[in-house]
């Protein structure tokens, strides 16, 4: 049941009897503030001009109308011009039954569109760092609630396989790599790449040092470096399919996708398909060329080709270099509109960092002048920063925390805090390592989760493994604890069916967590329409916080009455399945036993 649209019905109603009819639009609903009496509220103002009365005795009036014509509602209490309803027990504990009946309970029905969301997009001239997993577990996380959403949902990934910082970290291991592989060195793929993207940056900046020091500018000597001047002519030579530059690119690259795909597995992502700017680039030129003869773009002296977007309040961009190879808008173009023509999309979200805010800006402006009108449906998630303690990483300094080692530092770390509280002492060595990893991935995800995306965030470790708070470890703690409640109450003879005990009187505190438990389905939908997964986290939170609190203000196993007993086990089985659901849709697994 939506429980809004019944009452709203049930206000109508009562309104249109007392004063004529109203029109469904002045009924404004809320739920009621923790601070007052009741389970949802009416906001009488808009009212006022149909009951030609004060918001007092409108309300009144409302209310004892409400509770006349109404027998779920059972009572109500008037503040000012707010009228808090609310609902009896039995009417909680019927939703409690429609809840456990619902197997698909938290996820719509198929709204028929078709949505594709990017992440991850990363570089193949260094390893995964903390910044991507941002990007890979926000981009996987709204994927699974708009599933959850009704939509029909194509996760990719656009690796950007080309272009000078490619060639910087291929240039660097032809000059000191001394045919180093991932083999010989005992490195992942994408480790030993990144650690020859380091090798150039510091070559290079020694490059610059020394021509200054001769009397040059510090601008022309980053451009007239021998290092620079050397990738920017392999560039070149892979553009034309140079054999020897296009075998070594091929290579190192395939060293890196194995390395990609050992991360991803580790943070438990996956896409359904995956583009390779080296294959959309060229569909990027040609619609250069379109532009150019449409006359939507202008060639400049230099051979370059770029789009004044001055009367749009911006400035021109670069859409190709003058030695005609391609930047990032280029391939943007092409890629785009290779998506929506392969799979009719409704909708293209696009999960990049708030540094290219500007760039998506630019792309669907471009793309809406060369007459797409699907450009209006692409969307920029945008996300902020993840910095450290010590300030922002920097790839090119070899600064960054590297995805792997953080992976494993965080499974370390949740192996010992749990050692020391003793949480796995009951565990085999085999489900120990098992839970280990769980609670070390689950601490790291929601962590960076449970933030809204739009926000920097400072991410601390050891502070996202804390077993109390605002943490994953502590709502899968409380998962586990439930877990543990029902297996101890089968193992007496006491199991939760699918219903509540016939005529069970429940309290306050059980019909509240009732009430939690009925919000899932709109907190669904309202992460989906906002794409922030922050809005699952802090309900699973709330929800896990609250049932700790009834946990340890109520006897459940100890509760000598059956009827309440079973009651309360049937309420603790429904709360720890929202919990998996919702955790499941930020990518976290939640252990049975801890």
Not at 150 to 174: E, F, P, Q, T
Not at 186 to 200: R, W
Not at 212 to 230: F, I, Q, W
Not at 457 to 465: A, G, K, N, Q, V
Request: glycine letters at 8%.
């Amino acid at each position: 049941m939506n429980i809004e649209k019944f009452l709203g019905e049930r206000i109508v109603a009562s309104v249109s009897a007392l004063y004529g009819d109203v029109a469904p639009e002045l009924i404004q609903i809320q739920k009621t503030r923790k601070e007052f009496e009741g389970d949802y509220t009416l906001v009488v103002f808009p009212l006022l001009k149909t009951s030609r009365k004060g918001p007092e005795q409108t309300a009144q009036a409302i209310g004892e109308a409400l509770v006349a014509s109404t027998p779920e509602i059972g009572g109500f209490n008037v503040v000012k011009g707010f009228l808090n309803l609310s609902f009896r027990p039995s009417f909680w504990a019927a939703r409690l039954d429609e809840i456990m009946a619902d197997e698909h309970f938290g996820t719509w029905p198929s709204t028929g569109r078709t949505v594709m969301i990017e992440y991850s997009s990363p570089n193949t001239n260094k390893p995964l760092h903390l910044g991507h997993i941002r990007n890979n577990l926000l981009g996987y996380s709204v994927a699974q609630i708009l599933k959850a959403n009704g939509h029909n949902v194509i996760k990719v990934n656009l690796v950007n396989d080309r272009g000078i910082h490619i060639c910087k970290s291929m240039l660097a291991w032809l000059k000191f790599g001394g045919g180093e592989t991932p083999a010989s060195s005992g490195m992942k793929g994408d480790h030993l790449v990144g650690k020859y993207y380091v090798e150039f940056d510091k070559h290079y900046k020694a490059e610059i040092r020394e021509l200054v020091a001769g009397g040059m500018s510090e601008d022309e000597a980053k451009h007239r470096a021998p290092l620079m001047v050397e990738a920017q002519e392999m560039l070149r030579k892979w553009e034309a399919k140079d054999p020897e530059v296009y075998n070594l690119w091929q290579t190192m690259n395939g060293w890196v996708y194995e390395g990609f795909d050992a991360t991803y597995k580790a943070l438990g992502v996956d896409f359904d398909k995956v583009y390779y700017e080296s294959n959309t680039y060229l569909l990027g030129k040609s619609l250069v060329e379109e532009g150019l003869e449409r006359g939507i773009f202008f060639r400049k002296e230099d051979g370059s080709v770029w789009i004044d977007l001055t009367a749009d309040g911006l400035d021109q961009k670069l859409l190709l270099r003058g030695d005609g190879t391609s930047v990032y808008m280029t391939q943007d173009l092409g890629t785009a509109t290779q998506r929506f023509s392969e799979y009719s999309l409704d909708d293209m979200i696009y999960v990049v960092g708030n540094e290219q805010n500007y760039h998506f800006q630019v792309l669907k402006l471009i793309l809406g002048k060369l007459g797409r009108k699907w450009a209006e449906h692409i969307y920029h998630l945008s996300y902020g920063m993840v910095e450290l303690p010590e300030g922002k990483m920097k790839s090119r300094e070899g600064t960054v925390v590297d995805a792997d080692d953080l992976i494993d530092a965080m499974v370390a770390t949740a192996r010992e805090m749990s050692q020391e509280l003793g949480k796995l002492d009951e565990c085999t060595p085999e489900e120990a390592e098992a839970i280990c990893r769980m609670i070390g991935l689950g601490a790291l995800k929601y962590f960076i989760l449970k933030v809204d995306p739009k926000k920097t965030m400072l991410f601390d470790p050891r502070e996202s493994i804390d077993f109390n708070g605002n943490t994953g470890p502590f709502i899968q703690y409380t998962y586990a604890r439930i877990r543990s409640l029902l297996r101890k109450g089968a193992a007496a003879g006491v199991t939760v069916s699918g219903r509540l005990p016939e005529g069970v009187a429940l309290s306050t505190v059980e019909t509240d967590l009732i009430k939690q438990l009925s919000d899932y389905p709109a907190v669904v939908r309202q992460a989906g329409e906002t794409y922030s997964p922050s809005i699952i986290g802090n309900y699973i939170y709330e929800l896990a916080k609250q049932f700790n609190s009834f946990y340890h203000d109520n006897p459940i196993l100890r509760e000598e009455n059956p009827e309440i007993k079973l009651a309360r086990l049937t309420i603790s089985s429904e709360v720890a399945r929202v919990i998996a659901a919702g955790m499941k849709l930020l990518g976290i697994d939640v252990p049975e036993r801890m």
